[in-house]
């Protein structure tokens, strides 16, 4: 089996460090770039499997490196910094970070979510996706036959309440603004309709027997969107 590579993005010398000890030791294979020009040269160079990237780089702003290394690949990119502001938050997952962890992190919530968006990546292709079951604990997505399948009993759902569990599903273990859900499954004339997501969010829960306050599959993302946990 082939060691993924991950490529930090990061102009703390200490936090580089840090996060090479922790993901050597689970294996994988790292590279690093302290701003974000050699950033952006590595990824091109290194072609890596996973990015964790610094907002606050010397150079540039990370978000504008996200917006760049979109123009070319889709390689996940996991947002690692200090900014804890809902409005830099959807930025930069608007312009195309899979996930977003702000410091100080706890090393085990940071692999759980590298995992996470590793597994994402490797499904396969978009067109594969829609020809695909996507399984999230004991809840079964039938992409194809637009089914749903909870512990092996079939729960009924509205057209949309299936459109917006299977791009919650889709991208297991990545956060999605409000503003794209609301674009997937509604279309851009809706995408600040944030109090008619909630409403299909809570519809959804219900007939997933999903506890808000204890949720097994969706995850409340305050002020940002949502999150399908991934439990595979």
Do not use: C
Request: proline share 4%; no cysteine.
């Amino acid at each position: 089996m082939s060691v993924a590579t991950i490529l930090v993005i990061d102009d703390e010398p200490q936090i580089r460090k840090l996060l090479r000890i922790v993901l050597t030791a689970q294996g994988f294979s790292v590279s690093e770039a302290d701003n974000g020009a050699n950033g952006l040269a590595r990824a091109a160079a290194d072609a890596p499997d996973l990015i964790v990237l610094d907002l606050g780089l010397p150079d540039l702003d990370g978000t504008d490196v996200v917006r760049q290394i979109r123009e070319w690949s889709k390689v996940p990119i996991l947002i690692l910094s200090v900014r804890q502001a809902e409005v830099e938050k959807i930025e930069a997952l608007d312009a195309g970070a899979n996930d977003y962890v702000v410091k100080p992190f706890g090393s085990g919530e940071l692999m759980a979510r590298v995992r996470a968006l590793l597994r994402t990546a490797h499904t396969g292709t978009d067109q594969d996706l829609l020809q695909a079951n996507v399984t999230v604990g004991d809840l079964v997505v039938d992409i194809a036959r637009h089914e749903v399948r909870l512990a092996g009993a079939p729960v009924k759902l509205t057209r949309k309440e299936f459109d917006l569990l299977r791009v919650l599903a889709q991208n297991a273990g990545r956060i999605l603004t409000h503003g794209q859900l609301l674009r997937e499954v509604w279309g851009k004339a809706h995408e600040h309709d944030t109090q008619y997501l909630r409403v299909f969010i809570s519809q959804l829960r219900r007939k997933l027997n999903d506890d808000p306050a204890d949720p097994r599959f969706v995850l409340n993302e305050p002020g940002v969107g949502y999150r399908m946990l991934d439990q595979s």
